[in-house]
C-alpha cells in the first residue's frame, strides 16, 4: 500500500506559491482619483504646517525640548537593546535590499518589472525630495543643539526631516501599494504605519531626533506614496523600452549563432577544375620541361654527345686505347 509523503509546513508554503498565476490577468495599478489627490492636499498641507510650527519656534519646538530633558534611553534603559535593532527597520540599505529581492521574485514570476520600477521610482523620490529639505532647512539634532529652547534650524544639520522615519513610510508602504487585493493592501498599510511609527519613536528614545523631525519625516513619506500614480505612465513606458531592448537583443544574439552554427543557404557552389593531363602539356608548351627526357629511351653509347667533337685532352703519344694491349717497351741501355 502506497502512502503520500508527509508534507511539512515550508513545503505547503511553496506549493502554495507555485500555484500562483505566472501573469495575473488583471492588476490594479493605482490612479490618481478624486480622493487620493484630496488626500495629497491634506497631507501637503500638514507637512507645511509642521515646517512653519517649527520655525516660528511654537509649542511644537518646546514639546521637542521637553521630550529630550526627559531622556526615555535613561527612564526606559532596560528596552535599549531591542531598540537599537529595531531602529535598522528603517536603514535605507537593509531595508532596500529585503523589499527588493521581494519585489524581484515577484517580477520574476509575473514577468512583469513594475514591482522593481515602483520601488526604485519611490526611493529616488525619496531621496530628491527629503534630501533636498534636510540641507535646505539646516536643522541640528538634540545631541547638537546650542541654546535651549531654539528651533536649531539654518546651523547645517540634516535632521528635518527624519530621513529613517521616511525611509520605512516608502520602503515598506510599497508593499501596500503594490498589493495586488484590497484585502491585502490594508493588512500591509496598517503594517508599515505601524513599523514606521515605531522607528520613528525608536529614534526619538535614542535622542538623535526631534518628535517634530519624525512627524515630517512621516508625512513627507506618505506624500512620496499617495503621488506615485502620477509616474505610473513612465514607470509603464520604462518597462516596454526594456522589454523591447531585451527582445532585440535577444533577437540577435540567435541570429548570430545561427549563422556561425549553419553554412549559408545562398551560397554559389564550389567549381572544381581538373587537372590537364601531362601529355596534353607537353604538346602546347613550345618546350619540352625539364623533367622529361628530350626524345625516346636509348642506350648510354647512342646519345648524342653534348661535348664539341674532338677531344679537350691534350695528346699522349704513350695513351692506348681502352681494350687494345700495349705493346712491348723497347729497352734501351743506359
Request: aromatic share 10%.
Amino acid at each position: 500500500m502506497r502512502t503520500e509523503p508527509k508534507l511539512t509546513r515550508l513545503d505547503r508554503v511553496f506549493a502554495r506559491l507555485d500555484r500562483e498565476p505566472e501573469r495575473p490577468a488583471h492588476i490594479d495599478v493605482p490612479k490618481m482619483s478624486r480622493h487620493r489627490i484630496v488626500l495629497f492636499a491634506a497631507t501637503l498641507s500638514f507637512y507645511g504646517a509642521i515646517v512653519w510650527a517649527v520655525v516660528i519656534t511654537s509649542w511644537l519646538v518646546r514639546l521637542d525640548w521637553q521630550v529630550m530633558f526627559f531622556r526615555p534611553y535613561q527612564q526606559w534603559s532596560e528596552i535599549h537593546w531591542f531598540v537599537d535593532y529595531y531602529v535598522v527597520l528603517g536603514q535605507r540599505g537593509p531595508t532596500a535590499v529585503m523589499v527588493a529581492a521581494w519585489l524581484g521574485w515577484r517580477s520574476w514570476r509575473q514577468h512583469t518589472l513594475r514591482p522593481l520600477l515602483a520601488l526604485g521610482v519611490s526611493l529616488l523620490l525619496l531621496n530628491i525630495t527629503v534630501g533636498a529639505a534636510k540641507y535646505g532647512m539646516g536643522r541640528l539634532g538634540p545631541h547638537y543643539a546650542t541654546s535651549i529652547g531654539s528651533n536649531e534650524m539654518w546651523l547645517g544639520g540634516d535632521i528635518f526631516p527624519s530621513g529613517h522615519t521616511a525611509n520605512a513610510v516608502v520602503t515598506w508602504g510599497i508593499l501596500a501599494y503594490l498589493a495586488s487585493s484590497a484585502r491585502a493592501q490594508r493588512w500591509l498599510s496598517a503594517v508599515s504605519a505601524v513599523t514606521s511609527l515605531g522607528v520613528g519613536m525608536a529614534t526619538v528614545y535614542l535622542g538623535t531626533h526631534w518628535l517634530s523631525d519624525v512627524l515630517l519625516g512621516w508625512t513627507a513619506g506618505l506624500l512620496i506614496l499617495l503621488g506615485l500614480p502620477w509616474f505610473e505612465p513612465l514607470i509603464a513606458r520604462a518597462e516596454a523600452w526594456i522589454f523591447d531592448l531585451r527582445d532585440r537583443l535577444r533577437d540577435r544574439l540567435r541570429a548570430r549563432r545561427r549563422g556561425a552554427s549553419a553554412a549559408p543557404v545562398d551560397a554559389p557552389p564550389v567549381r572544381v577544375t581538373p587537372l590537364p593531363d601531362r601529355d596534353d602539356v607537353a604538346a602546347r608548351s613550345p618546350r619540352a620541361p625539364v623533367h622529361l627526357a628530350p626524345g625516346p629511351h636509348t642506350t648510354r653509347s647512342e646519345r648524342t654527345p653534348i661535348t664539341p667533337a674532338g677531344s679537350r685532352r691534350p695528346p699522349h703519344t704513350e695513351r692506348h686505347p681502352r681494350g687494345s694491349t700495349p705493346s712491348a717497351r723497347p729497352l734501351t741501355g743506359g
